[in-house]
């Protein structure tokens, strides 16, 4: 049974509703979530819910299905998001788990954990206590391996995923371990998840070799019962079938059953899933695309010498390659791979004390909102601007220590007002994103396709929509230039001739009716974003440059050719009129290559040698 809590209930009355449920004999647990907040009665007691519905603060009192409460969407509708220091699992960013099946020794696991760092993996595995079908197999370095992965932690900060075998280490083990995991065989080791329900350290927990989802998410309301531990991640990783090819088959499907049915965010480890170290990396595709948070993989430095689960580890080449195709895919499903080497440089302290918040133009809920998240991270903070110049003066003053501007977009072309900002404003490009962008039609509820006349619409959005709108002459497009804010204007006026374009979650946040999704021209439809800074960040193999050049024959020719000679790869080049001189223009340089400071010093002042003008707007870890 669930308590589903009025919207603004005080503290005293969610007291005395613990109360009563506690006096009615059962355990109360209380749910705090962004859409709304429960009390879960858990226990085994019998309770009228008659009686509760009547407590001050209750809303409503719904019957749970399910055999479990806690770990279910009926208690929190929303995805939860567990996080690990200053990372999360789970929301708008993917993560890669990697390391060798078993802490070896000192030496193999820190060349490893260098070697993921220098990657951009954040999170290490490694077991120190395994759990062998054979009792003559290496049983794992015990607290001496704990003892190895946190030194690679502090060596690297990479984050520490390890085994936890017998409830009596539980205690021990979360001293060294950032997330805990609870293997395979140990899935319905009661004795051992209800000890992981003591502590808040998260816990992974995977899936028994033949567990139905049900079983598995039984196994997770034990760690989640005592309210306690909040902090649940869940982990596939094949179970058992007739089919012998592999070692166990990747169950892909429960990755939207799980989405239905619980809150918990899900991990895909396609390394024991399949056992074969060549179809590890489809695997791991498939589950991004199929939901998953992350994965899990095995990767070792040399697989043909591993003490165990050589077969199916990954090579660092093949985890390279790997990271560089989840980075790919991640926009499609709306995620960004979460990769150290990606991450906006530190703050810079200049001037007086920085604010915390990203800014970023438009109203909560835009797609530049969107952005921040998909590249700080679920608990960044977000300054709405309402205008792009605002969010470079506030970058500028130090009110924000970043700000994030759209640049362009596959269907609609450059924003060129960011353009002509960034050659404005002394601040830079210090990290890029691409976000898939989704248009719907938004309208009040009870408004009818055949009903609309007018349509509000940001220019870019409506060049994104453009065939949707092309087979419509009768409606009107005005514009606005907020999206997420036309979608209010349109609420607040109760117009019912008329619809806005913007996002399904502004529509959600707004509560107005999405009456067709997916409107843009093509699918393939993303926009990237810029993030800026008062302090460049300096290091990345991307760079964006602006310039002039002399207005005779080879000018331009010139300039290009410094880039060939430096084997930069040009990725973007656009000319843009210089505001207030006629027919004179600006070139706009993207171009990748890995340069030492020295050879991009070197590239710079050959290229001085052919401009009239020349502005480094950002050296930075692009986007791949
Ligand atoms: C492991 O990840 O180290 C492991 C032993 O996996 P599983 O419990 O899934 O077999
Ligand atoms: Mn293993």
Known sequence: MILVLKPGVTDAEIRGIEEAVRSAGGSPVLVEGKERSVVAVVGTAKIDPSQLELLPGVSQVLRVGKPYKLASREVKPEDSIVRVGDLSIG???????????????RKMLLETAHRLAEMGVTFLRGGAFKPRTSPYAFQGLGEEGLRILAEAREATGLKVVTEVMAPDKVELVARYADVLQIGARNMQNFDLLKECAQIRKPVLLKRGLSAT??????????????GKNRDVILCERGIRTFET??????????????????????????????????????LALAAVAAGAAGVMVEVHPDPERAVSDGPQSLTFEMLERLLRDLE?????????????????????????????????????????????????????????????????????SGECPYGLVPIENTLGGSIHQNYDLLVEYDVHIVGETRLRVVHSLIANRGTRLEDIRRIYAHPQAAAQCEKFLRARPAWSILQVYDTAGSVRMIKEEKAFDAAAIASAEAARRFDMEVLKE????????????????????????????????????????RTLEVFARHAMNLTKLESRPIPGK?????????????????????ALKALREHTTFLKVLGIYPGAS
């Not at 993917?94 to 099946?101: D, L, Y």
């Not at 166990?248 to 429960?254: C, G, K, Q, R």
């Not at 109203?363 to 921040?372: L, Q």
């Not at 171009?591 to 010093?601: G, I």
Request: charged content about 25%; proline content about 9%.
């Open 328 to 396: 790919a895919i991640a926009p499609v499903v709306g995620k960004r791979l979460d990769l150290s080497t990606k991450r906006p440089p530190p703050r810079a302290a200049r001037g007086r004390a920085h604010g915390e918040a990203v800014a970023f133009q438009g109203e909560p809920g835009a797609f530049s909102e969107k952005a921040v998240r998909q590249f700080f991270g679920d608990s960044v903070r977000t300054s709405p601007s309402p205008s792009f110049r605002d969010v470079f003066e506030k970058v500028l």
């Open 245 to 282: 090819a592999t070692r166990n088959t990747v169950d892909l499907n429960a990755l939207p059953v799980l989405r239905e049915r619980t809150h918990l965010p899900v991990l895909v480890d396609p390394s024991h899933g399949t056992g074969v170290r060549r179809y590890v990396p489809p």
């Open 518 to 557: 997916g409107i843009e021209s093509d699918p393939r439809n993303y926009t990237r974003f810029l993030v800026i800074a008062a302090e460049p960040a300096r290091k990345g193999d991307k760079v964006s440059l602006v310039y002039g050049t002399a207005n005779r024959p080879g000018a331009l020719f």
């Open 213 to 226: 989802v049900d079983e598995w998410l039984q196994s997770a309301e034990y760690i989640l019962q005592a």
């Open 91 to 105: 929301g708008s960013q993917i993560v890669v788990v990697a390391g060798p099946c078993t802490v070896e020794n």
């Open 582 to 602: 006629p027919w004179e223009y600006l070139f706009y340089v993207d171009a990748t290559e890995d340069l030492s400071n020295r050879q991009m010093a070197a």
